[in-house]
């Protein structure tokens, strides 16, 4: 199954992956804490939970690496992704060019 075809989840200290279509559960992954925030970016999933990052598996939920953020406490995490960003970007890019193309098709 793709990645696309997942919904990832964070809640009570787990990161959970979904089948979109069907709603079941496809792994799950104790992390530590309460509250935590997932965000996939180009194909790697991390995870935040009680002040540490976590890079997982999309596909298993495995621990790829874990970052303990050293002297920064034990608080919420917020991520922030430039991939996405590139990837709405590049499509608006696209998107423009395709409308620049038929309106110079449609006056040529």
Not at 27 to 41: I, M
Not at 74 to 84: E, P
Request: aromatic letters at 6%; one cysteine or more; a positive charge.
């Amino acid at each position: 199954m793709s990645q696309t075809g997942r919904l990832f989840i964070g809640i009570k200290g787990t990161a959970v992956a979904l089948d979109r279509a069907s709603g079941q559960e496809v792994w799950r992954t104790r992390l530590k804490g309460d509250f935590v925030n997932v965000v996939l970016d180009n194909g790697d999933l991390y995870a935040a939970a009680h002040g540490e990052l976590y890079c997982l598996d999309p596909a298993t939920g495995q621990i790829r690496w874990r970052n303990e953020l050293k002297g920064l406490g034990r608080g919420l995490i917020s991520i922030a992704s430039a991939g996405q960003q590139t990837i709405l970007l590049q499509k608006k890019k696209q998107d423009d060019e395709a409308a620049a193309a038929a309106t110079a098709a449609s006056t040529g």
